[in-house]
């Protein structure tokens, strides 16, 4: 009796066992499938097809292309792909792979082993997208260009059902090289995290770096630069209806001709931006941008729409300057051999109580901003380039000599900037 209770209770056990990656399997076909109708619906930019999906019990096969359009000349790229989707207990894993193969045929470019695309999903809305890089080398003999990579691992994990994610790119060196440039850099680390907001708005904190970044050309000395590192941070606050957001990259050394000079610095914010008008300004010209896409393409966006997508910009500018904002380069600091160039640039809009917000007409004319620049002297005496530019704005009197600096101090208001005393009346633009 015990006996064919074990016996019972094992080939449940067993039949479980067999059962769970078939259901695996049925489950990431459907996440397939509404994954595809997600990325599909939500851009214009990459369109992915399934031409076939074949599912096992252990094992999946699929295959479909994908379709990049570029934005900027409405031109398509298409790449046909093949997946090897293997099912376990909680969730499966899908292997990539180009039909055509990663490398041309007789190509050496993996003298090693090729790159692997994998993608592990789990059951409970989690996912893992990683590029595994080997050892590549490239040499286009028509051009003369050629690619050296170590390799390198790139990852992306997805979580909380798609509204968390995290980044990270580990790259020890790579040179590219051709008969007009050669770029190098060693040690490129970026990391990333992200939570969703609303709309097509994330927060979260990022950084990269890169230990040395080389630039050099024919006949040229090349610029080092040393310890690279951008930083930049977007989180929500009030109650998620206020974004604040800030950039920077740093710059340790910069070295030339034997010459180094240092540090260097640019700061970006933008500060207390009503996050459901900025919500609304960013889906507008994203939808702006698909239907310029479709228009290179031959098709005639309907006009209606056009006109209903800029008054949506429109509306959406005013509702953000109404609820006030600030942003503008904290810090510019740049060290040259002849002397430091410093800079800063703010603009901002107050709050405005709800009856201002009805009779506002125009956004300019609550702007306020003021700019701050400083230039040595023998930058623009050295360098004809840099005096090609300079010598308009010092005609104008747009920028000033004080000492050894060239100078730049300006404020707006009222639809006025005044730049070293000149003041310039500004046109209603928004």
Known sequence: MKLTKWLVAGGIVL??????????????EQQWHRAMLDVNSAQPFMQVETRNYQRGLLRSVAAGTLVITDPARGETYQLDF???VSHGLTG??????PEAGWQPEDANWFPENPPKLTLAVRLWGSATLEL?????????????????????????????????ADMLLVWPALVLSGPGLELALSDLHIEQSLSWLTGDLWTGEGKASIETLSIGGPGAAPVELHGVALTSRSEARDDD?????????????????DQTYGPHRVGVTID??????????????TEMQALAVTARQGARPGFERQLALMHQVNES???????????????????????????????AHPELAADEKDTMLMVMQGLTGNVDFSMPVTL??????????????LKSGLLAPRDDQLVMEGRMKDLVLDLNGYQIPLPPLL
């Open 132 to 164: 595994e890089a080997p050892v590549t080398t490239i040499d286009h003999p028509a051009s003369g260009e050629s690619l050296r990579s170590s390799g390198g691992v790139a990852r992306l994990s997805i979580g909380s059902a798609g509204e968390a």
């Open 380 to 393: 623009a005496e050295d360098y004809p380039a840099v005096r090609l530019q300079v010598a308009p704005l």
């Open 272 to 285: 207390n931006v009503d996050v459901a008008s900025w919500s609304a300004f960013s889906t507008a010209m």
């Open 241 to 257: 209806q206020r974004l604040d957001s800030a950039l920077e990259l740093t710059v340790d050394t910069a070295t030339y001709e």
């Open 92 to 97: 499966s894993t899908l292997d990539f792979r």
């Open 317 to 347: 500018v005013r509702s953000l300057a109404a609820a006030g904002f600030s942003a503008g380069v904290r810090e510019l600091l740049v060290d040259t051999p002849e002397g430091r160039i410093e800079g800063s640039l703010e603009i």
């Open 15 to 28: 039949a479980c066992a067999a059962l769970t990656p078939w259901g695996v399997g049925y489950l990431t």
């Open 82 to 84: 093949q997946v090897n």
